[in-house]
């Protein structure tokens, strides 16, 4: 067979292949999803939906009217449910903002390092991706952003609070980001979907700020439901009726009875208070975990959201800990300014964090 060069362009992610390196034993702080279970009320509200037929079918494509209503209020910037498409994930909605903003041959920027889907995506629309560096505290600097808009710049991702690294952007980020989307005509894509894990500081979407922005997000973190494949994305109308083209005929439309569930809770007190409660717990595990590394003498930037760190480790560092069944994910799985860092997800139990940081404590101390 033939393939391609769009695919034979991108590889299955370092991440996977990292798990396939680990025995069946392991701690695996690896994870990319929260470690609870999807909040009861949620799912009986999915559940509800299929047993009573409201699942069975095709929805319309942009999403059920209901879940768009409920994701504009969401939001926390202005919009209305005409601004809202709904995907199968926030996957898909980075898909189709690419698709519908980048031809081949522009350039798309991307945190270096940032989530892995950023540069295979804009490889997969033919386009060109330009790593832009993190600084030393792993914040995206917009001085950054705008030293690399060139004129062939279609579009750049910030993502906040961030995966690999946990950073969160402040408000004067956010409306800085906008400004340059507005200034040099280039999309922004906002990668949101960590927006309920903040423990410093405060989420502030950039879309409050401007008009050339594009919002994704999902339920996948938020209401532990990555299995769901619940995503959306916010954008302006004539945006959203373009993307919508590409997702009719990739997707047709988002699962219907995820789509219920999550209209009918998205907004509701018992969710904030089960967020509340999964953010309290990810807090406190990112303290432990900090103040283990401090103690090693390892050099982590403060995470203020998500549920990773991101520290500079020793050369050697991740292999010996996987060779001793302790999953982290090089850094530089997430580009190649990455290297010499990893990937903690602490997205795993207090007991499991406790064991793996005693595996991480011996690893730098024979290392150095
Ligand atoms: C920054 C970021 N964006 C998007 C996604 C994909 O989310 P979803 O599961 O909703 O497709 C992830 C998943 O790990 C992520 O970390």
């Not at 996957?91 to 989530?115: K, M, N, W």
């Not at 060109?128 to 993190?134: D, F, I, K, M, Y």
């Not at 405060?202 to 700020?209: D, K, T």
């Not at 800990?321 to 990937?343: L, W």
Request: hydrophobic letters at 40%; a negative charge.
């Amino acid at each position: 067979m033939e393939f391609s060069r769009r695919t034979q362009r991108i590889r299955i992610s370092g991440i996977r292949r990292v798990f396939e390196a680990a025995g069946e034993d392991a701690i695996n702080l690896g994870l990319g999803q929260p470690d609870f279970d999807t909040p009861e009320h949620v799912k009986e509200a999915a559940v509800d939906a299929i047993e009573d037929g409201r699942a069975a079918g095709y929805t319309s494509n942009v999403g059920i009217d209901a879940l768009r209503e409920e994701v504009a209020e969401y939001v926390g910037f202005d919009a209305s449910p005409e601004n809202v498409l709904v995907t199968s994930g926030a996957s898909e909605g980075l898909h189709v903002a690419v698709q519908a903003f980048v031809d081949p041959g522009d350039e798309v920027l991307v945190p270096d390092p940032g989530f892995v889907s950023y540069d295979a995506l804009t490889k997969v629309a033919d386009a060109e991706p330009v790593p832009v560096e993190l600084a030393d505290d792993l914040r995206l600097e917009p001085e950054a952003v705008k030293e690399a808009v060139t004129d062939d710049t279609a579009a750049f991702f910030v993502n906040s609070p961030a995966n690999p690294t946990g950073a969160v952007q402040t408000e004067d980020d956010a409306r800085a980001f906008a400004e340059i989307a507005d200034d040099y005509g280039a999309t922004l894509i906002s990668d949101e979907v960590y927006d309920r894990f903040v423990y410093d500081g405060e989420h502030v979407s950039p879309a409050n700020f401007g008009e050339n922005v594009v919002t994704v997000n999902a339920a996948s973190k938020t209401l532990a439901a990555t299995g769901w494949r619940l995503g959306y994305v916010v954008a302006p109308t004539e945006a959203v009726d373009e993307m919508v083209k590409v997702h009719q005929y990739a997707q047709a439309c988002a699962n219907a009875s995820a789509q219920h569930g999550v209209a009918e809770t998205l907004n509701d007190e018992r969710t904030d208070e089960e967020v509340k409660r999964m953010s309290d717990e990810f807090e406190a595990r990112r303290d432990l975990v900090l103040e283990r590394l401090d103690e090693m003498g390892v050099d982590c930037p403060t995470p203020r959201g998500a549920f990773y760190a991101f520290p500079r480790v020793p050369d050697g560092f991740v292999e010996e800990c996987i060779d001793r069944d302790v999953i982290v994910v090089p850094g530089d799985a997430f580009g190649d300014a990455g290297e010499g860092h990893a990937r903690i997800s602490y997205a795993n139990s207090r007991e499991n964090l406790r064991e793996a940081l005693d595996v991480m404590e011996k690893v730098v101390a024979e290392l150095r």
